[in-house]
């Protein structure tokens, strides 16, 4: 899916640690809404930018290659595709009343709120473990 990040979707409620901003927005093809710390340190974000987000499970991969580090040696995986990955595990959801539900994702202090239609996102477990992916996109008007 695509976002794209404006200048008011930048750290809204002010900026709260030097090396980390929150993004928000709502993207394209699925309309998740998001809120996304990111460690700018080691990824900048420009505003008025357009970002292809992925959120992928493990699936089929035993636990001991499931870890950032074993699967980023290996050769032809989806993070070749991408600029910044992080990985994490699913700690809350809400679930709403509009068939929608909102999953929190904890990636090592950095956390991701993803809201969207719930057979979307049911499939995301408490405990489960998630990669975030991204990269900068180009957009075709």
Do not use: W
């Not at 409620?13 to 993207?27: E, L, W």
């Not at 089929?60 to 990985?87: C, P, Q, R, W």
């Not at 009343?97 to 999953?103: A, L």
């Not at 956390?111 to 477990?125: A, Q, R």
Request: hydrophobic share 40%; glycine share 4%; proline share 1%.
């Amino acid at each position: 899916d695509t976002i794209m990040i404006k200048e008011a979707n930048i750290n809204k409620d002010g900026k709260h640690f030097d090396k980390v901003t929150r993004i928000s927005g709502k993207t394209e093809v699925y309309e998740f809404n998001i809120v996304l710390d990111i460690n700018t340190d080691i990824y900048p974000i420009v505003k008025d930018e357009f970002y292809k987000i992925c959120i992928a499970t493990p699936v089929g991969m035993d636990e001991e290659a499931s870890d950032y580090y074993t699967i980023v040696e290996s050769k032809n995986s989806l993070f070749d595709e991408f600029e910044y990955v992080m990985i994490g595990k699913v700690y809350r959801y809400e679930i709403h009343e509009n068939d929608t539900i909102s999953q929190y994702i904890s990636f090592g202090g950095l956390v991701l709120k993803i809201t969207g239609d719930v057979k979307y996102l049911k499939s995301l477990e408490v405990d489960s473990k998630v990669f975030f992916l991204m990269k900068a996109a180009v957009k075709h008007y």
